[in-house]
């Protein structure tokens, strides 16, 4: 659902950069209260995992293919401020450095992808837990529906901002119709990688799941017959199946293997949106875009003749990029959180 320039016009694509901008400040405030030092690694890993499996497009009608957006599965990963700033950290890089969504749509792809996505999809999520039975399965099945819903959202989203800003003459209920149907279909897809990729997670470190937290069984005690909860104590530590370090490597070798090498075998059709435009006529404003001139521009290595070892290698620079761009904003923030935190500024 990358969004080129030229589909919609410049004011408006001016005020979802501002729309984009504030929530990017906001993020960054509420993201210092989610990081801590087990979170703010696994991160940088969410987001250079939501851009290798981006890199993935799967067939969900003839001649459409969908991929991940991510922002249901970084929100329950790590938090919906944080969950924001991933995702618009890869559609940050997929813009500058791969041609991949315009710069001048940028804050339309934020607010779309980063910021509806993520918003709609921990509301689903953290109201789905709340009435399930609090075992971890509830989580995986809550972040199964959430992202479901969440695609379908945004390309509802998509679709209100083209009502207001679009540049050519398309009727709205047409492209509501077809963005909405194909987006169902996407969804399912982007279901599925959610709830397998927060269930495998959740099985090893459920105490890093963001959207776990709070979710322990109350211990009964049986008095005079009845069941009554127990007085609070502090819970008892989870038993980790294995360290931080290796959940990290183990997730930086899989977005690695994904995006340079299962990549080359992902569906070439177009994504949802690219064929909704050429099936409607939205994309005949397309503008050319400001990075096309990339060495990296359509996930491809320019010079590089052979087409696996080229969007192989795009990919294995992109995760790199992305878990090291990543990273940095989220240590930063960490780091301002532990600063507001010190004894010298709590008086202590």
């Known amino acids: 659902m990358h969004v080129p320039d030229g589909f919609i016009n410049a004011p408006v694509s001016a005020a979802t950069g501002v729309v984009a901008a504030g929530a990017i400040a906001v993020s960054l405030r509420g993201a210092r209260r989610e990081l ?12 250079a995992f939501i851009f290798a499996v981006q890199m993935l497009n799967f067939p969900v009608a003839a001649g459409t293919s969908g991929h991940l957006l991510g922002g249901a599965l970084a929100a329950i990963l790590v ?124 099985a090893v470190r459920p105490d890093l799941v963001y959207g776990a937290r709070g979710l322990e069984q ?25 360290s931080r370090r ?10 690695l293997l994904l995006a340079g090498f299962v990549s080359f075998y992902a569906n070439a059709n177009p994504d949802g949106l690219m064929k909704v435009a050429q099936d409607q006529g939205i994309d005949k404003k397309t503008e050319k875009h400001a990075s096309g001139d990339s060495p990296l521009a359509g996930y491809g290595v320019r010079d590089i003749t052979d087409g696996r070892v080229s969007k192989g290698l795009a990919g294995l620079i ?22 507001d935190v010190s004894p010298a500024n709590t008086g202590l």
């Open 218 to 242: 109350k211990l009964k005690l049986r008095v005079n017959g009845e069941l009554v909860d127990a007085p609070s104590a502090r819970p008892a530590p989870v038993a980790a199946r294995t």
């Open 36 to 47: 801590d030092e087990r979170t703010a690694p696994l991160a940088g890993l969410v987001a």
């Open 79 to 202: 938090g919906p401020f944080t969950g924001v700033l991933c995702v618009s950290v890869v559609l940050l890089m997929q813009g500058i450095l791969f041609a991949d969504g315009g710069l001048t749509a940028l804050g339309v792809n934020i607010t779309d992808m980063a910021i509806v996505t993520t918003v709609v999809g921990y509301a689903v999520f953290r109201g789905l837990v709340k009435v399930l039975p609090r075992r971890r399965r509830s989580v995986t099945v809550a972040a199964f529906v959430a992202a479901l819903l969440s695609v379908p959202a945004a390309a509802v989203a998509f679709t209100l901002i083209y009502a207001v800003g679009g540049t050519t003459d398309v009727s709205i209920g047409k492209v509501a119709t077809a963005m909405i149907g194909v987006h169902v279909l996407i969804g399912i897809g982007e279901a599925a990688i959610t709830g397998l990729t927060v269930g495998a997670v959740i």
């Open 318 to 339: 992109g995760v790199g990029v992305t878990v090291v761009a990543g990273s940095t904003v989220f240590w930063a923030v960490r780091r301002r959180r532990d600063a």
């Open 246 to 255: 290796a959940l990290w490597i183990t997730g930086l070798v899989t977005s």
